[in-house]
């Protein structure tokens, strides 16, 4: 199906408002509507009228191939029947929730390669001079949190009577725009790739953005409360320090980067808000240790992340053959079916595919999210040899999240389509051999332009040699 320009413009836009939205929705939801539940949670799925429209936008547009929709439109009936099953195997199982599980897993993860063909190497850098832009003021909202009482109005959860997560020491896990701390974490840890990126090739973004967006993810560090934050940020700069053993300048840039946000670091040990922070998140950290049982750090870390996948193991021999019911272990299954929000099945993402799922479903499509994530670590790896660093860096913000990140709370599922979106787009920019502008042109019309001149190319040879194109 060939291009339609105009309709493509439109696609672009769409999947801008949906980052907008990803960013702001959380700020909606607890500030202005968290009194109305009738509003706020119902909101939590703000971004699915999005989806649906960049999907009926794209089909128009011409951007989807017979692959993709034929992929779509077996996953659709293949999740439809797995849900209508576990409606008739499980008694008190609730048709909402299993919409809930299907919109999880199917409605949002095609816009991954809606944002591969939409988006050129202009658009990245635009999505990345916005991150860079609202880093500064995100940091300076959660210094304010952190310091906030919990119950305060900065503090709000999504609904009314709810705080935030806890740290130590009285502090709160700061959310910035979002419902909870992990936006927070996806959100910093985007900047501090295109922090990176912007060093490697800064002509899209001016210095004191660059400067400004550095001192924002040195502070929120501390502030944030997480140590998965923390270790991600450390993966992220041991993915550019591998990828700079393959090109020099991202090594330069990522030696200098560690070099300049130590410096930073150093001198806000100076101010007083920071010392408190380091305070609370080295208690935090101390806490998590002590709380196992030998008080060691692989326990509290490293078998934090591999216990998830040897308890999927485990979920195996325990799940029904249908499954409990995609869209159960949800904070909207579990909040509909018990009437509290809660795990209802399991906390790690592994299990709980496999308990919604059951065996055989569950590792289909953990094996086919694998698959992807391979996929997408070998091409940024060739593109990377090759001088295109974004995919690579991208792909370092989320390296463990995409093979285990929640897809069932709606900021993290957001944040982990939005980025493997931008990553394939990088990946498919580099492959069309598009050039890094110096300053983003009016959207990706001249790689429309160039593809319809290679259709003309193809379908009409003759007048191509008569026209000359």
């Given at each position: 199906m060939p291009l339609k320009p105009r309709r493509l413009r439109s696609v672009r836009r769409w999947i801008f408002a949906y980052f907008f939205l990803l960013l702001f929705e959380g700020a909606l939801r607890k500030w202005v509507f968290a009194g109305v539940p009738l509003i706020s949670?119902?909101?939590?799925?703000?971004?699915?009228?999005?989806a649906v429209i960049i999907w009926i936008l794209a089909w128009r547009a011409g951007v989807l191939?017979?692959?993709?929709?034929?992929?779509?439109?077996?996953?659709?009936?293949?999740?439809?029947?797995?849900?209508?099953?576990q409606i008739f195997a499980n008694s008190g199982l609730n048709f909402w929730i299993v919409l809930y599980g299907l919109r999880t897993y199917w409605l949002h993860v095609p816009l991954v390669f809606i944002m591969a063909e939409v988006l050129g190497q202009d658009d990245l850098q635009q999505i990345g001079r916005?991150?860079?832009?609202?880093?500064?003021?995100m940091a300076a909202l959660m210094v304010a949190q952190f310091f906030a009482p919990p119950d305060s109005f900065l503090n709000r959860g999504m609904l009314e009577g709810v705080g935030q997560i806890g740290s130590a020491l009285g502090r709160i896990r700061p959310a910035g725009t979002f419902s909870y701390n992990t936006g927070t974490g996806n959100f910093n840890l985007l900047v501090a790739a295109f922090l990176i990126y912007s060093s490697v090739n800064g002509r899209w973004v001016s210095p004191w953005m660059r400067w400004t967006a550095a001192?924002?993810?040195?502070?929120?560090?501390?502030?944030?409360?997480?140590?998965?934050?923390?270790l991600t940020v450390?993966?992220?700069?041991?993915?550019?320090l591998i990828g700079g053993n393959f090109n020099g300048r991202l090594l330069r840039v990522t030696l200098g980067t560690i070099a300049v946000g130590g410096a930073i670091f150093f001198l806000l040990t100076f101010s007083g808000f920071f010392q408190e922070g380091l305070e609370t998140f080295t208690t935090r950290w101390d806490q998590a240790i002590a709380s196992t049982t030998t008080g060691s750090f692989s326990e509290a870390?490293?078998?934090r992340f591999f216990g998830e996948f040897l308890d999927a193991f485990r979920a195996l021999g325990e799940a029904p053959i249908f499954g409990h019911g995609i869209g159960l272990g949800s904070n909207f299954g579990s909040a509909l079916t018990f009437g509290s929000l809660g795990f209802a099945l399991a906390e790690g993402e592994w299990p709980r595919t496999v308990l919604e799922m059951g065996p055989i479903a569950g590792a289909v499509w953990l094996g086919l999210r694998c698959a992807l994530g391979f996929y997408l670590l070998g091409r940024s790896w060739v593109f990377l040899r090759r001088g295109r660093v974004l995919a690579w860096l991208?792909?370092?913000?989320?390296?463990?999240?995409?093979?285990?990140?929640?897809l069932a709370q709606p900021t993290s599922l957001g944040?982990?389509?939005?980025?493997?979106?931008?990553?394939?787009?990088?990946?498919?920019?580099?492959?069309?051999g598009e050039s890094i502008p110096a300053r983003a042109p009016n959207g990706p019309i001249r790689r429309i332009e160039l593809r319809a001149i290679r259709e003309v190319r193809r379908r009409y040879p003759a007048a191509v040699v008569e026209s000359g194109i």
């Open positions: 949670l119902p909101f939590s799925v703000a971004r699915d009228p999005i191939s017979n692959n993709l929709r034929r992929a779509s439109w077996l996953g659709l009936g293949a999740f439809s029947v797995l849900g209508t099953l916005w991150l860079l832009a609202l880093a500064g003021p001192v924002a993810v040195v502070v929120t560090l501390p502030i944030s409360g997480s140590r998965g934050f923390v450390a993966e992220l700069l041991a993915f550019a870390i490293v078998m991208l792909f370092g913000t989320e390296c463990t999240t995409f093979f285990n990140g929640s944040f982990l389509i939005f980025t493997t979106g931008l990553c394939l787009a990088a990946i498919k920019s580099a492959e069309r």
